[in-house]
C-alpha cells in the first residue's frame, strides 16, 4: 500500500521541526559567598546556547519572572533579585536562540535574613508606575563621631518596590560604584588609592593599587598604577583606559594661611594638588594633567586650607599636613571635544579642560579672585542664575548640559562670611553652557529655602534617568543636630541619609527613602542600573 502524498510535507516539516533542547546537570543553589548571599549560582549543560528564566513562587507575594541571565551552552548562571529571609518555590526554564522553551526542573531556596548590622531602610514615597524603571544600587558609609568607619562597606540593590534584592558587604569602604558592559561592579575602595571590579557573586576580578603612597594588604595580583591616589572618581574613555582623579604634593615657599582675611600672613605650605591620570587596564600611565600647573594654585576659597581629607593619607610621607586646595571631587569625559569636565568643591567651580593641550575652555562659578588670563575663561551668567557652591557629582546628559548637586555649603566669593546654617540649602540644578558665546543659563533646579528645602553640606549624587526623564537625588549627608535642627557639616550632630526620585516635569517626588537609626549612615552616590545582570 502507497502512503498518501499529504504525507511527504508533514514528514519534511516534522524533520525540519526545532528539536528540544538536550539539558543535563541542571543544579540551582545559593551563593556560599558571604560576601553576596541573596544570590543562587545555576549550573547546567546543553547541546546549544540557552538563557535561562527563573519563576520564583512566593505565598505573600506575587510570582517573579527573572530572565536576565545571557545565552550559553553551559552554566554557571546567576539569579539575581530575591528579597531576604524567604522560601522560594524556584521554576527554571530554558530558551534557545529560537525562542523555544524548554523545562530544566523545579527546586526550593532559602535565602537569609539580612544582617543585624544593616541600615534600616524607610521608603516613604513610591509612586512605582511614575519610577525610572530598574534597581537602586546604594554604597552606603557607616559614620562614627571620629568620621567614616573604614572597616564597613556595603553596596545594597532596592527594586522598584523597595526592598532589597541584593547586597555586597566587604571590610573597607565602598565609595562610587560604577557598571561594566559584563555586568560586573567596579568601586573605589578606601581612601589610600585603590580600584575594585567584582562580579556578581562578590568574587573579585580584578584590582589596582597606586604606588606613591605605601599600603598593606594588596592582592598579590593587584596591578600597581605610578600614582599618589585614587579619589572621588573615575571614568572610562572609549579607547577603553581609565581617566581617574589622583593628587600630588608640592611645596610653596608662600602661600595664604587664612579664609577669611586675604591679607594675612603668608608662609611656607605644602598643598595637596588634583592630577588628572589617563591608565590603561593593564596599569601603565599614558598622561596626567597637573591641575597646579593648569589653574592657579594661589586662588583659594573655602576649604581651600583644610587639612583633614588628606592628613591620613599623606601623615608618612609628608612634615605636615598639606592644604586641600581645590578638592576635585567628579570627572566627566566630553568625547565631543576630547575634554574632562571637572568639580572642585573648594573652588566653587566647575571646569573644562582639554586633554590635549590642558587649555581650559570655560569656568563655571562665583568669579571673585580670578586672575588673568583665567579671568578670561570665566562663564557670564544669564539672567536667573545661582552661582554652584561646594558642589558635587557634576554630570554631562545626553543633550550637552551639566546636571550638578549644588551641595550650598558657603555661597560667595572667596573671603566672604559664612552664612548662618538655616540659610543654607542644596538642590539639583541643570546647567547649559554656550561655549560661543562663553555665558552659561540655569536651566532647571530643584530644591531651596521656600520649596523643598534641604541641606547636605558634603558628599552626594544627582542622576538624569534615561527612561523617564526623572531625576534621583542622592542628598546623601544629612545632618541633625542635638536640639533636631538641620545640621551644617560632618562633626555638628547625627548623620542620615536620603534619596528621593522626582518628575523633572511637576516637580513631585515619585520615590523617597530614608536611612536613619541609631547608627549614623551617609551615602556618597548611587545610581540606578536597568537591570542586576
Known amino acids: 500500500m502507497r502512503c498518501p502524498k499529504v504525507l511527504l510535507p508533514l514528514l519534511a516539516l516534522a524533520a525540519c521541526a526545532p528539536q528540544p533542547l538536550l539539558l543535563t546537570e541542571v543544579r540551582l543553589q545559593m551563593n556560599a559567598n558571604e560576601s553576596a548571599p541573596l544570590a543562587a549560582i545555576l549550573d547546567y549543560s546543553a547541546d546549544r546556547a540557552a538563557r535561562p528564566h527563573f519563576t520564583l513562587k512566593h505565598p505573600d507575594e506575587a510570582d517573579l519572572v527573572i530572565s536576565g541571565a545571557p545565552f550559553a551552552s553551559s552554566g554557571p548562571a546567576y539569579l539575581l533579585g530575591m528579597r531576604s529571609d524567604r522560601e522560594y518555590a524556584v521554576s527554571v526554564d530554558f530558551e534557545d536562540e529560537a525562542g523555544e522553551m524548554t523545562h530544566g526542573g523545579d527546586f526550593t531556596l532559602m535565602t537569609p535574613a539580612l544582617p543585624d548590622d544593616f541600615p534600616p531602610i524607610e521608603i516613604t514615597t513610591r509612586r512605582q508606575v511614575r519610577m525610572e524603571p530598574g534597581y537602586q544600587f546604594i554604597p552606603v558609609m557607616r559614620w562614627t563621631d571620629r568620621g567614616p568607619d573604614r572597616e564597613f562597606g556595603l553596596v545594597l540593590a532596592l527594586d522598584n518596590a523597595g526592598e532589597v534584592v ?27 588609592g585603590r580600584i575594585v571590579q567584582i562580579n556578581k557573586l562578590g568574587e573579585r576580578v580584578k584590582h589596582w593599587h597606586t604606588t606613591g603612597i605605601p599600603k598593606d594588604d594588596v592582592p598579590d595580583d593587584s596591578i600597581p598604577v605610578d600614582a599618589d591616589s585614587f579619589h572621588h572618581d573615575f571614568e572610562f574613555l572609549p579607547n577603553g583606559n581609565f581617566l581617574a582623579l589622583s593628587t600630588e604634593a608640592r611645596e610653596f615657599e608662600e602661600y595664604a594661611t587664612s579664609e577669611s582675611d586675604r591679607d594675612a600672613l603668608k608662609k611656607p605650605a605644602t598643598v595637596i594638588g588634583d592630577v588628572v591620570l589617563e591608565f590603561t587596564p593593564e596599569g601603565e600611565v599614558i598622561r596626567r594633567w597637573k591641575l ?9 576659597s573655602h576649604g581651600s586650607l583644610g587639612v583633614g581629607f588628606w592628613k591620613s ?23 565631543s571635544s576630547d575634554s574632562a569636565v571637572i568639580s572642585l568643591n573648594h573652588q566653587s567651580a566647575i571646569v573644562k579642560i582639554s586633554l590635549e593641550d590642558s587649555s581650559i575652555a570655560w569656568i563655571l562659578g562665583d568669579p571673585g579672585d580670578w586672575d588673568a588670563p583665567l579671568s578670561e575663561r570665566l562663564l557670564s551668567p544669564l539672567e536667573g542664575l545661582i552661582w554652584p557652591s561646594k558642589q558635587h557629582a557634576v554630570e554631562l546628559t545626553p543633550t550637552g548640559s551639566l546636571l550638578v548637586f549644588d551641595n550650598g555649603g558657603h555661597r560667595g566669593a572667596p573671603f566672604s562670611p559664612d552664612p548662618p546654617a538655616d540659610e543654607k540649602y542644596s538642590r539639583a540644578v541643570e546647567y547649559r553652557v554656550n561655549e560661543e558665546t562663553q555665558t552659561v543659563e540655569e536651566l532647571w533646579s530643584y530644591g531651596g529655602l521656600d520649596t523643598d528645602h534641604f541641606y547636605s553640606s558634603f558628599l552626594c549624587d544627582v542622576d538624569l534617568q534615561p527612561t523617564t526623564g526623572n531625576v534621583i537625588v542622592t542628598d546623601g549627608a544629612r545632618v541633625k543636630t542635638k536640639g533636631g535642627e538641620m545640621g551644617d557639616g560632618p562633626g555638628s550632630g547625627h548623620h542620615w541619609a536620603h534619596i528621593f526620585e522626582v518628575d523633572r516635569e511637576t516637580g513631585r517626588k515619585v520615590f523617597e527613602l530614608s536611612i536613619e537609626g541609631e547608627s549614623q549612615w551617609a551615602i556618597y552616590r548611587s545610581e540606578r542600573f536597568s537591570t542586576l545582570y
Not at 597646579?292 to 583659594?300: A, G, M, S
Open 166 to 192: 541584593w547586597y555586597f558587604k566587604t571590610n573597607k569602604s565602598v565609595n562610587d560604584v560604577k557598571r561594566l558592559p559584563n555586568g560586573d561592579l567596579i568601586y573605589l575602595e578606601g581612601r589610600d
Open 292 to 300: 597646579l600647573d593648569i589653574l592657579d594654585p594661589h586662588r583659594i
Open 313 to 335: 593619607i599623606y601623615k608618612d610621607l609628608l612634615e605636615k599636613p598639606g592644604y586641600d586646595w581645590a578638592h576635585a571631587n567628579a570627572i566627566q569625559y566630553d568625547q
